[in-house]
């Protein structure tokens, strides 16, 4: 496996045992020069995401609010958040988070990266099989002026099978 990652795209761990790509995922790790953050593994709702980004403080907000933000507000801060920094999300076993949640963080990743490819934060996730992941993918990403949505998400994603 090469360890010289770049990190220009997001990078699905795909095949083997959950073993194999656990020890992939750490070897990939190892050699990161990027701030990494591991979201648990029983996180597996959008609320539950959302509650970590809040308790780990991944969000600016950009303006003051005397009582706490709710999640939409949280979830917008984020997405800006996301754009404006350089690390890298961790997600292990991202087959075992719901449907719904794992595709909006995926359209979310997919989309900044592709308008903003110079400072992004970047996914790494390890899954059993990519192959329905992709298929949705190519249905709610934003195509762009000179790329299809089959296009945006094939030039975003590195896919490493073991």
Known sequence: MDENFTFQKHILIVGKTQIERHKSLNQILANCNLEFIRFPASMKSFPDYLNIVQSKK????????????NLNQILDFH???????????????????????????MRIMINNLEVNHKSATKIILTLEDETELINNLYEIVNETKYKSKVQVVESNLQIITL
């Open 58 to 69: 991944l969000f600016s907000p950009f303006y003051e609010s005397k009582g706490k933000y």
């Open 79 to 105: 997405i800006d958040w996301i754009a404006d920094n350089n690390c890298l999300f961790v997600f292990e076993e991202f087959q075992n988070i719901e449907d719904r949640f794992a595709l909006e963080i």
